[in-house]
C-alpha cells in the first residue's frame, strides 16, 4: 500500500492518569509500532486526553514529537463519557481545518485530502526538510494552535473532502484521499469493563466501539479473545478492535497509576521505573500524594 492508501490514524486516551506514568507512553509507543507494522496504518499524532491537571500530564510528554495533552476535559464543568470525549475530538479537527466537507459522491467535491494531485502545486505538508506525509508536528501542534488541515470521520464507511481554505473560491484544489481516523487507545481492562452490565451506556459503546474503534494494548497477558467474546457488541465489532500483538509482556505495575501513588507515598525509590523524572518533579514540587488519601 501507499502512503495514501493506508489509514491515517491519532490515537486518543481518556483517564485520570493520576499520575500519568511511564506505561501510557509506553502504551502509544507500542500501539504506534504495531499499527505500523500490519502495513495497513500510519500513525501521525497521539492526544492524552485526562480528566483533571493537564500541566502535570504535559511534563510526560514535553520531549515526544508526536504525542500531546489536550485540556479540553479539564475544563469541563461536568465530567465528559469518553464517547463525548472522541466526538469532540472528531468535531473539533473538522472546525479547525476550514475545509469543506461534503458527500462522497458529489463530483465537484471528491473526497480528498493530502498530496496534490498537480505535481507543480506544492503539498500542503511539505517543508524543505520533511516528508510530503502528514506529521504529528504539523498536525498536532501546540493546543489552542492550528491542527493543521485535516478531517476526522467516523471510519470506515466514509471519506471526506479537503478544499484548500486560501484556494480562489471558483477554482477546486483537488489532492489525494487520504483516510483518517480516531481511534481509542486503551489498556485490556477497560476493555473487560465493557462487559460489565450496566456500567457502560449501550449507545456510547456502540459508538466508540462501531464508530470510532479501539486499539488494545494487554496487560499481564490478558486473554483479550475471551474478553471480547463476553460481549455481544464486542464480538459485533471485532473487525474494530485491534489487538496490540508483540513479544513484550507488559506488566500492570509498568501502567498502574495507583501503584505509583504507593510508591509515591512510601518513598519507594522504584517510583523512577513507574514515572518519569519530570512528572517526579512536579509531584514533589506540588506535594501531590502526600497523605494515603491523596
Sequence with gaps: MTETTKTHVILLACGSFNPITKGHIQMFERARDYLHKTGRFIVIGGIVSPVHDSYGKQLAVQNSDWIRVDPWE??????QTT????EHHRDLMKRVTGCILSNVNTPSMTPVIGQPQNENTQPMYQNSNVSTKPTAAKILGKVGESLSRICCVRPPVERFTFVDENANLGTVMRYEEIELRILLLCGSDLLESFCIPGLWNEADMEVIVGDFGIVVVPRDAADTDRIMNHSSLLRKYKNNIMVVKDDINHPMSVVSSTKSRLALQHG???VVDYLSQPVID???KSQLYINASG
Design 74 to 79: 479539564c475544563y469541563q464543568d461536568t465530567w
Design 282 to 284: 512536579y509531584i514533589l
Design 83 to 86: 464517547c463525548s470525549v472522541l
Design 268 to 270: 519507594d525509590g522504584h
